[in-house]
């Protein structure tokens, strides 16, 4: 087992373990079983390196999920995520690189209040990028495959079945790391 996947093993375990120990208080809309969909805006923080270009960059871009809480601190989440495009310059060279991914994810969650609950989350995703040379008419490279994720954030209820989110994911895509900071509304059916 490499480093980043034993990392990934202590964090999953560190998220999981609070949500193994601690009994159901109170009924919280944050914590009844259901099925629930969302959207978010995604601020993607991109860092790494390809063929001697540094790639240090920001974009915005979406998230779109579906999950389903099937227990009171337990949930599955499918997500599509568009990571979005960042470019880098080294000397005349220009290198974009565009990525996306679906991802499939087990949630820990822990009502704080009853509108209110924290949750940590990790799962595996599936990912396809794409780079490419100068205006972007050369394409350099496309590849996909699937690595580890892990996340963690907050959901408060608006009302009974409108929920506010704000959250962290930690993608590894080719060889590349995103920084995700998602925030957007889902509703809880």
Not at 64 to 90: F, I, M, Q, S
Not at 103 to 131: D, M, N, S, T
Not at 138 to 158: A, N, S
């Amino acid at each position: 087992m490499d480093f980043r996947a034993s990392r990934l093993a202590v964090v999953a375990l560190a998220l999981a373990a609070p949500f193994l120990v601690v009994p159901r208080t109170a009924t919280a809309q944050a914590s009844d079983p259901g099925f629930w969909t969302g959207a978010a805006v995604v601020w993607a923080n991109f860092a790494g390196e390809h063929r001697g270009v540094a790639l240090d960059d920001d974009t915005w871009s979406f998230k779109v999920n579906v999950g389903v809480d099937v227990l009171p601190y337990l949930g599955v989440e499918l997500a599509r995520t568009d990571l979005g495009e960042v470019e880098g310059r080294e000397g005349t060279t220009l290198l974009a690189v565009d990525a996306n991914t679906w991802a499939c994810a087990l949630v820990g969650q822990l009502p704080v209040r009853e509108r209110f609950a924290v949750f940590g989350k990790a799962g595996y995703h599936i990912w396809q990028y794409e780079a490419r040379l100068g205006d972007g008419a050369r394409r350099l490279e496309k590849d996909d495959g699937g690595d580890p994720f892990v996340g963690l954030g907050v959901r408060w209820y608006l009302t009974e079945h409108l929920f506010l989110l704000g959250e962290y994911e930690a993608y590894r895509v080719h060889r590349f790391d995103y920084d995700n900071l998602n925030l957007g509304l889902g509703w809880k059916f």
